[in-house]
């Protein structure tokens, strides 16, 4: 058992390797019954108590947010992740990302629940001791007190431990003091409990428990391009006396808490990335269909369908990658008791690869979907009283925040350079390999997608050898290389992505048979037809940034076999992907 | 093998329902229709002159069953009381309005004859002395026609509306009133009096312009772009019964068959979608407007002047381009 | 107090329906269900009246196929104690007489003291399935109720008459109740509930064959979109904005009400 535990437990980044079968993953499609009532009531919460003050909220009626955190807590949408000791459900990662997803239609609240809820609480459910566990988690459970963390500080952002926050012992030993300030502090102007970060004495990186009341002042509300919703603040440390017992974890392992809460936080956001891109896809699909131009819907226009088709592309993909690796974690935790929650956190660490992608990817297609469902409102899509706006500036962050997506694509090829078990993956000598080995590495699995799978393990051995020869190419300084790297990254984020779209269509056609799974076959050709193109030239910048003149074209010459491929009618297939949402008259995969 | 179509006419309190007209108007048409007779039946306590009244209508019969158990209605006493007329009678049809108080106890009655009623219909047709009978289903979105199947009698209930009262024919004499004193058995529930919820402040019935909201209007903040429609055109403002259920607006403002019946010269109905409950409330407006984002909306099929499209777009314009149409 | 709530699965109201090949009913393929409304405020109704009276049972009994156990599970999320599902596949040629007696007969041996369902269906919308269920069970009934009052020996309950009247009626227990749409704030299932909900009993019963083998008496021959009774003028072509223009000189013109 525990040997299989170890196994599991380190089993990130191992998907640029292994053949993985559709069995082996989960699918938005294996939500179980009740998770599919877990989101229901937070779908109906949002939908009955939520959106129809959307007005209120987004001209910032704190005292109405706080009354909607508390209604959430009654439905026991903010117990989700709390373990069942302190008042919580302790759900898997599945349930919670779930539920999360529906928050995701109103992205400011989603902002204010999810700070609460996630980056809020976790700092105590991970690393705080029984006292602070106590007396936090229930009412923060609750809804009665909200939480938001403070990391961020004027001159540090993504150098994070730059923080100059200061923390100083008191004469008596008994608090700390605080002085400094945190920059753009999510619930900020009226949340009760804050998890802030300083050093103490200047040096040691440390996170504290800290309540408004122990001298927590807020600054004005941050006028922001988007999410005006949710509440965005500094926060002034004047003297703000702490008790030596609200230190969470150890003094000068802060970075600990840090570093593991972002990538908490990112296992979770993918769903609401693509929670808030479905929604405005939705949106688009109705409005085509009432929209009338030169006496016919625009939904009945090829322009408007091939970018419904194309929505529909990233919200399924999107689902695909980021409920396989919820699957993986739960998969990874289901034998680690919850109270040990280094274990749990060193087993969610092993899949930071997996989350940066998912970081990125989603990001990226929520920028692309909210884009394109304003292009559809046409001039009304520019327009304060249409909703495509809005949804448009909501998204803007979600590139930015939780590690920006260049810190996140710069995480990816390095992380898998630094881990034992696929650092060796990537050598000089497995990068020449890659380009010789003339057998197919797929095995000859039974499937529709058998160019795609063909493609993809191609793809794989292209990763082995961009990442490989850039490694020896830039030894210790490949970290000064972040073009290349980035490029590497791209790879690596099209790799996950289309072999997590082929894997749930694959799962969807033996469960459901191909007759019910022909949008999704669809969606899964057109996506890896894309792909293809973008990862050829991907590697194609790398290998020219790596080669010596003269090995140029036999380098080019070996992108171009491990990408070759055809190329899909993917007009076509975007015609039927649109046909089958405005049937359904909106986003229904 | 039963013949003949036998007509429920209600009363309350001493007083016919309109409805009972519009049933009779029904078996009428049915009885011409399939060349059988047409009987009116009618319960009660004390309400022989309510019988006569409807003998003036053209009918073979006006059976009166009186027991002073039918008095106050209860389902117990009429199921049982009309069990028996049927029985004695052996109609083909029975024929009757869909009223509360018809949907409270005909079930039970058709159920001892081991069947249904055929609930609800909007429409009737005959065709080689064949009925087809059409109700409307999925909230009134779609209508089903329905055949008749096995032995009679076949109860059918028929939607307000459906037929015209005043197209009930009135015979060349009266017709004959036959007082059947018949056995009432047990009854087991009591009624007190019945009695109005809220003085009506708002008489509804009497304005020639009413604005109206349903669902669309999506929040209570939203009411004040309607209020403002209906202060520009000089109306009230009324809903549908979910904004009233939700304490959005007063009860005395609902419109529809548990709120107020009303025909002004203008009905304008935003986000309203047309459930048959609200419908039976507001449908013989003289011009009815309805503005609704959902094509299939069956408050169209009623409608004047539709727009299909989103009504907080939609209403603002409209009223700046009133108030200019009336400066 | 034993109370037993039957809930139907209906299709979602705002499903866009298509008629199937045959024209009989529509098209099911992958269109969505939900609780018929009124009868989640029957089960309201009867989770408060367990509350208010100190405790008790509140029984869901459900019919159709599998799909159904979705508003089964969702009633045991919101407090009711267990549940019998009648697994039938097709409840649409069922007749209202059928499928009473099915009913009726899947909880005849539970004895319960209070029986509660919406007042009509929003599918088929016959309006009768309760009243035929008192009857073949020898109950006193009450159907459009919108206030309940079980404090006493006799049930005493609140109809809801025509025309904004009101009529309380007294009568014995047991008793079946049909409840209106709106008469109270319907709870939400919590995620505790759901969690409670996993323990709680679905028996599975097969229907009488008394009851499916039931004549009908009433067949659908054939569904329909409603032809329209007056030609309606659609305005704007999508553009509501437009549309309220042209309306405004439309209501001064033609119907001239301005």
């Known amino acids: 058992m525990s040997a299989r535990t170890d196994a599991i437990e380190s089993e990130g980044g191992q998907f640029l390797t292994a053949d993985v079968s559709a069995e082996e993953v989960f699918t938005r499609e294996d939500l179980s019954p009740a998770q599919q009532m877990f989101g229901r009531i937070a779908e109906d919460f949002m939908r009955t108590e939520v959106l129809p003050h959307e007005e209120r909220i987004y001209n910032k009626d704190w005292a109405l947010t706080r009354e909607l955190l508390l209604k959430a807590g009654e439905l026991d949408l903010l117990r989700v992740d709390v373990p069942e000791a302190y008042g919580g459900l302790g759900l898997d990662k599945v349930s919670s990302a779930y539920v999360s997803e529906q928050i995701g239609v109103m992205p400011s609240f989603a902002g204010s629940l999810g700070a609460h809820t996630a980056i809020g609480t976790f700092p105590l459910i991970y690393f705080g001791n029984d006292e602070q566990k106590a007396r936090y988690l229930p009412r923060l459970a609750s809804g009665e007190w909200v939480a938001a963390y403070a990391l961020t500080e004027p001159g540090s952002g993504s150098d994070a431990l730059a923080a100059r926050s200061r923390a100083t012992l008191s004469e008596d030993r008994k608090h700390y003091i605080l002085n400094g300030q945190k920059m753009w502090i999510t619930n900020g102007g009226f949340a009760d409990v804050f998890t802030i970060f300083a050093k103490v004495d200047g040096e040691r990186f440390t996170a504290f428990i800290v309540e408004r009341e122990m001298g927590v002042v807020s600054g004005r509300e941050e006028p922001k391009l988007g999410l005006d919703g949710s509440s965005t603040t500094a926060l002034i440390l004047e003297n703000v006396r702490v008790p030596v017992e609200n230190v969470l974890g150890r003094v000068g392992e802060g970075h600990k808490v840090a570093f593991n809460i972002l990538n908490l936080g990112r296992l979770k956001l993918g769903t609401r990335n693509i929670g808030s891109a479905k929604q405005a896809l939705s949106r688009a699909i109705k409005y085509s269909v009432e929209r009338h131009q030169f006496g016919r819907a625009i939904s009945e226009f090829g322009m408007i369908r091939q970018k419904l088709g194309e929505m529909a592309v990233r919200c399924f993909v999107g689902d695909a990658m980021v409920y396989r690796t919820l699957g993986d974690v739960d998969r990874a935790l289901a034998s680690i008791p919850p109270e040990e929650t280094a274990r749990v956190l060193k087993a969610i660490e092993g899949f930071a690869v997996e989350c940066s992608i998912n970081k990125v990817w989603t990001s990226e297609a929520q920028a692309f979907v909210v884009d394109e469902a304003l292009q559809v409102y046409g001039g009304y899509g520019y327009s304060k009283e249409f909703p495509a706006e809005r949804a448009y500036r909501d998204a803007r962050i979600t590139r930015i925040y939780e590690g920006t997506n260049e810190i996140n694509r710069l995480i990816i090829p390095t992380r898998l350079l630094k881990n034992p078990q696929t650092a060796q993956l990537f050598t000089k000598e497995t990068a020449r390999r890659a380009l010789e080995d003339s057998q197919d590495l797929a095995k000859t699995i039974e499937t529709h997608f058998s160019a795609e799978r063909d493609m993809l393990s191609r793809a794989k051995r292209l990763v082995a050898f961009t990442l490989g020869r850039a490694r020896a190419t830039y030894n210790d300084a490949i970290a000064n290389e972040q073009e290349v790297l980035g490029h590497i990254a791209d790879i690596i984020i099209e790799v996950y992505a289309l072999e997590s779209a082929i894997l749930r269509t694959e799962k969807l056609i033996g469960a459901k048979g191909e007759a019910a799974a022909t949008i999704p076959i669809d969606i899964t050709r057109v996506y890896a037809s894309d792909a293809a193109d973008r990862m050829e030239h991907s590697a194609r910048q790398v290998a020219a940034a790596l080669a010596k003149t003269e090995e140029l074209d036999h380098l080019l010459n070996s992108v171009r076999r491990l990408t070759s491929h055809t190329t899909y009618n993917t007009v076509a297939a975007r015609r039927r992907i649109s046909d089958s949402l405005i049937r359904a008259g909106r986003y229904h995969l | 093998m039963g013949n003949g179509i036998l007509v429920f006419a209600e009363q309350r309190e001493g007083t016919l329902n309109k409805t009972s007209f519009e049933a009779i108007a029904a078996g009428q048409a049915l009885g011409s229709e399939l060349g059988q007779e047409v009987l009116a039946v009618l319960l009660g306590s004390g309400a022989q002159g309510l019988a006569e009244e409807i003998a003036a209508y053209r009918l073979s019969k006006v059976i009166y069953a009186e027991n002073e158990k039918l008095k106050d209605y209860t389902s117990d006493g009429y199921a049982d009381a009309m069990e028996r007329v049927v029985r004695a009678v052996n109609p083909q049809y029975v024929v009757m309005p869909h009223t509360y108080l018809v949907r409270d106890y005909a079930p039970k009655l058709a159920a001892r004859f081991g069947k249904g009623v055929i609930s609800d219909c909007i429409r009737a047709q005959v065709a080689n002395g064949q009925v087809t009978f059409s109700r409307r289903i999925f909230l009134g979105k779609i209508d089903a026609d329905v055949v008749a199947e096995g032995e009679p009698p076949v109860f059918a209930t028929f939607q307000s509306g459906a037929y015209r009262g005043d197209q009930a024919t009135r015979g060349d004499s009266d017709a004959e009133v036959e007082t059947m004193a018949l056995e009432v058995g047990e009854v087991r529930m009591k009624p007190e009096a019945p009695f109005q919820e809220v003085k009506q402040a708002v008489d509804l019935t009497k304005a020639d312009v009413i604005v109206a909201i349903g669902r669309g209007i999506k929040s209570k903040d939203n009411i004040a772009i309607a209020e403002q429609l209906a202060a520009a055109l000089g109306g009230d403002i009324a809903a549908s019964r979910p904004i009233c259920d939700a304490e959005w607006l007063p009860i005395d403002r609902q419109i529809g068959s548990s709120g107020q019946t009303v025909a002004p010269k203008l009905y304008i109905a935003l986000g309203i979608s047309g459930a048959i409950q609200h419908l039976v409330g507001m449908k013989n407006a003289q011009t009815i407007v309805a503005i609704n984002k959902d094509p299939e909306a069956p408050i169209f099929d009623i409608a004047d002047y539709g727009i299909v499209g989103d009504l907080f777009e939609a209403v603002p314009v409209l009223t700046e381009e009133i108030k200019k149409l009336k400066a | ?258």
């Open chain 3, 1 to 258: 107090m034993k109370i037993i709530v039957f809930m139907k699965q209906v299709v979602n109201k705002d499903a866009i329906l298509r008629i199937n090949k045959e024209g009989t009913w529509v098209e099911e393929g992958d269109i969505s269900y939900e609780v018929n409304e009124s009868d989640g405020y029957a089960l309201e109704e009867a989770l408060r009246l367990k509350e208010k009276h100190g405790g008790g049972e509140v029984v869901i009994c459900s019919m159709g196929p599998q799909r159904v156990k979705a508003v089964i599970k969702d009633g045991l999320a919101r407090g009711a104690d267990r549940a019998i599902h009648v697994v039938l596949d097709n409840l649409n040629n069922l007749s209202p007489f059928a499928a009473a007696k099915i009913l009726a007969e899947a909880v005849r041996e539970e004895n319960a003291d209070l029986l509660l369902t919406g007042l009509q269906s929003d599918d088929q919308g016959f309006a009768q399935t309760g009243v035929i269920m008192a009857e073949l069970l020898g109950l006193p009934h009450a159907t459009i109720v919108i206030e309940v009052d079980a404090s006493n020996e006799a049930l005493r309950v609140k109809r809801e008459l025509e025309s904004g009247w009101y009529q309380w009626y007294s009568m014995p227990r047991p008793a079946m109740l049909t409840i209106q749409s709106g008469i109270s704030q319907i709870r939400y299932a919590t995620l505790k509930g759901i969690m409670a909900a996993k323990k709680k009993e679905i028996k599975e019963v097969q229907p009488s064959s008394e009851g499916t083998s039931a004549a009908s008496f009433q067949r659908i021959e054939k569904i329909y979109f409603p032809q329209k009774t007056k030609q309606t003028q659609f305005l704007g072509g999508g553009d509501a904005k437009k549309g309220a223009a042209e309306l405004a000189e439309k209501l001064r013109a033609e119907a001239r009400v301005i």
